[in-house]
């Protein structure tokens, strides 16, 4: 592993310029869009690049999720170019310009803090970068990136890539390798450590020695990442269409702990958790349920973070439900169980109200499917399809009492109307019912 070069700091900032016959980019590759912002930046009289992961994954022969511009003018100057334009974030100001659907992000060029600049300009806490909006030249905004994979420009005039980071070279030796000293640079933004995972998952290249080891043992630094930047990663590490790997290497890392604390629990056998059985069963269900994410992905078919959260928590949730399930109706039980599951959840990151509607519709759909005799009702449900194919997932993953009833369910989604009546008929009579009617005769 890693290409024996003496890493990483201090840069060498050596730029290399590779030209359009020798790095094999081509025009035709690049978003129109993102043409037009260069153009226009360059006509004014700034500099301006294509960088980021629509550099590498051009160099790597893929197609680019977005594409990222860099540029020397400052984001009022971005705003007074491009009336389709609006500048987001604090912590790190940019501009985003819109084309339809497209977006292009614009980011003016960082450069190294110094003791000089204003809060509003650089905030560090405990070596964490808070405010990153500190201005410099093309090298310092070399430097200031990630990866030496992410940290390629492609300047559209001439066609050329240039590179002071000898970042060619790691895409030709397929490693992910961290610019700067690693320890300082997951400190100073700790979600860095997420990335390399979701590089190294995306690309299939190797994390070089130096870069790996603080991975093992400062998952920790993620507890200060903002609630709703840590729920952001986390679901684009998860939905990147490499969520198996992207969790063995959470887990080898010691990081999947401080992302789902209490399914952590629940996925070891500890001196408290002793049960076998079911440490194996909650494994695998998580390992089904991103298995199935991965195929869902591949096949282009729609994933929301919703169903991945509501697996992940789907045994704590029972952990919740166990103690409560004997003193009272179970849908009550349900209510209290779930309500302590998403809280615990929300101390770790923050989860939009419409996911966790959505990951309690689920839930209660375990339940709801059970009541066979309800299905026209459960069938209209907007949620049905989610909760059914949990149901079916948990089946898969060692709940075989759960086969049945899938079976029945997947029987009567094919049939057609007659059929299904005639499956309702055969159905015994609902126990509610039976109850409702004794009563009346008391
Ligand atoms: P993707 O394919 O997911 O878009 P990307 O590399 O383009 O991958 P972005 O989040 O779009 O990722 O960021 C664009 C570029 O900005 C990165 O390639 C990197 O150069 C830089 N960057 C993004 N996040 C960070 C960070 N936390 N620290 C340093 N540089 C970063
Ligand atoms: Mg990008």
Not at 87 to 104: C, D, K, Q, S, T
Not at 223 to 235: D, K, Y
Not at 313 to 320: A, H
Request: contains cysteine; glycine residues 4%; aromatic residues 8%.
């Amino acid at each position: 592993m890693g290409s024996g070069r003496a890493v990483n700091t201090p840069l060498s900032l050596k730029k290399e310029v590779i030209s359009r016959a020798e790095h094999g980019i081509s025009r035709a590759q690049i978003s129109p869009n993102a043409l037009k912002v260069l153009h226009r930046l360059h006509k004014a009289g700034f500099e301006a690049y294509l960088v980021g992961g629509s550099v590498r994954d051009l160099l790597l022969q893929r197609a680019p999720k977005d594409f990222d511009v860099a540029t020397s003018a400052h984001p009022e100057a971005v705003r007074r170019l491009f009336s389709n334009c609006r500048l987001i974030g604090r912590r790190f100001r940019l501009a985003h310009v819109f084309f339809g659907p497209e977006i292009i992000e614009v980011a003016t060029f960082r450069a190294h803090h110094s003791e000089t600049h204003t809060p509003q300009q650089a905030q560090v806490r405990n070596g964490q970068i808070i405010r990153d909006n500190v201005y410099g030249t093309l090298e310092e905004d070399a430097e200031r990136r990630d990866f030496t994979i992410n940290a390629l420009y492609y300047n559209h005039a001439d066609g050329s890539v240039i590179d002071f980071n000898r970042g060619m070279e790691d895409i030709k030796n397929n490693i992910i390798r961290i610019l700067g000293d690693p320890l300082q640079r997951y400190r100073e933004d700790p979600v860095r450590m997420l990335r390399a995972i979701r590089f190294a998952v995306k690309t299939g290249f190797q994390i070089e020695p130096v870069t790996e080891k603080p991975l093992f043992t400062e998952g920790h630094l993620l507890q200060n990442v903002p609630q709703a930047r840590l729920f952001e990663e986390t679901c684009k590490l998860l939905l990147s269409g490499q969520s198996v790997a992207a969790f063995a290497k959470l887990e080898t890392y010691n990081i999947f702990r401080y992302l789902f604390p209490e399914t952590d629990k629940t996925i070891h056998l500890t001196t408290t958790n002793t049960d076998e059985q079911t440490v194996l069963y909650n494994r695998r269900l998580i390992e089904r349920t991103l298995s199935n994410t991965d195929d869902r992905i591949s096949k282009d078919k729609p994933i929301t973070p919703a169903f991945l959260l509501a697996a992940l928590l789907w045994p704590v949730l029972q952990n919740n439900l166990t103690p409560l399930k004997d003193s009272m109706p179970i849908l009550a039980a349900l209510e209290i169980a779930m309500n302590r599951t998403v809280d615990s959840q929300l101390s770790v990151f923050s989860i939009q109200k419409r996911f966790t509607l959505m990951m309690r519709e689920i839930w209660q759909m375990q339940y709801q499917l059970q009541a066979t005799y309800r299905a026209p009702y459960l069938l209209s449900r907007l949620k049905f399809r989610a909760g059914f194919d949990f149901l079916s997932l948990r089946a898969q993953s060692g709940e075989t009492e759960l086969t049945p009833l899938v079976d029945w369910w997947t029987e009567y989604q094919n049939a057609d109307q007659t059929k299904r009546e005639a499956m309702l008929a055969e159905l015994p009579k609902p126990k509610r019912r039976r109850k409702r009617r004794r009563k009346k005769s008391v």
